[in-house]
């Protein structure tokens, strides 16, 4: 019986691999080779536009409050606890472990002088 299979595989095999060759379109498009890198190396420089109107609806979902669309960094900024969420291809990405910290101001001092 695995003989009946084996041969019966090795058949169809060679039966596909025959069409195959016969068929001139299909050795054109094996004789094309694209690079996948040179596809993924074109970056797109127009983002897609952040819908303001989301802002309404929109809240951090760590503080539960308001956020603020950053145009030149494109993300929604969380002013209480700096950290901001990115937008990718137009959709806020709100998952709080892909926001990032935002730098705060070093030169006011964090404990109190007497």
Do not use: W
């Not at 080779?33 to 802002?55: G, H, T, W």
């Amino acid at each position: 019986m695995l003989k009946n299979v084996l041969s019966r595989l090795v058949r169809e095999t060679v039966r596909v691999h025959l069409h195959v060759s016969a068929v001139p379109s299909i050795q054109t498009l094996t004789g094309c080779r694209v690079s996948v890198r040179s596809f993924a190396e074109v970056k797109d420089e127009v983002q897609p536009p952040f819908d303001s109107s989301l802002l309404e609806v929109l809240v951090c979902p760590l503080s539960k409050k308001p956020l603020r669309y950053d145009a030149n960094t494109n993300e929604l900024i969380n002013e209480e606890l700096g950290i901001a969420y990115p937008i990718v291809d137009g959709i806020p990405n709100m998952i709080p472990q892909e926001a990032r910290l935002l730098q705060k101001d070093t030169q006011t001092p964090s404990t109190p002088s007497e």
